[in-house]
């Protein structure tokens, strides 16, 4: 499983710096990105490295799970009443439209909210900070989290598992 870290850096050099420790620790290209202002983002920040600026995937993802699960349980609780008809494939049908409709309306609401670390570091952000995100796997986080702190990126208190991992 991955866990996502955050580290702050004074500027863009050292952010290079950064993401060049945590790929010799091992850390894949995919699994970095960066953060920072909306200025310094247009200005200094290739498009591939920005982090997702919304909650967009994890509140998809967790719309499918909630929502099939109750598409599931009204699929199951219409089986028991047998006037309406509902077959183990009726409820199943009713779980696959849930998990549906669950995914598009989360994704929806999650579209409009940001993302954790933009919300939990809005201060390091509009001070013009450049935060370097890194989802690691448990076993390399430690080394990984050295060789970032080595070249001088200061880590936040933000130890969550990915989202997506």
């Known amino acids: 499983m991955k866990t996502r870290r955050v580290y702050s850096t004074a500027d863009m050099a050292q952010a290079r ?13 995919e699994d970095l990105s ?16 920005k982090d997702e600026h919304s909650d967009f995937m994890p509140a998809a993802v967790r719309g499918v799970a909630q929502g099939g699960a109750t598409g599931l349980l009204a699929g199951l609780v219409a089986m028991a009443i047998p006037p309406l008809g509902i077959t ?46 890194v989802d690691v796997e448990d076993d390399d986080a430690d ?11 200061v880590p936040l208190p933000f130890d969550e598992p990915s989202a997506l991992s």
């Open 17 to 29: 710096r950064a993401l060049a420790a945590a790929r010799e620790a091992g850390v894949p290209d």
């Open 34 to 49: 960066l953060v920072a202002r909306h200025d310094i983002e247009l200005e200094a920040i290739p498009e591939d490295r």
């Open 88 to 133: 183990i494939a009726g409820a199943l049908g009713v779980a696959a439209a849930g998990a549906a409709v669950g995914a598009w309306s989360s994704a929806l609401m999650g579209a409009a909210v940001p993302d954790p670390v933009r919300r939990k570091f809005e201060g390091e952000i509009e001070a013009g900070r450049i935060l370097v995100v």
């Open 143 to 153: 080394r990984a989290g050295a060789a970032i702190a080595d070249v001088g990126a």
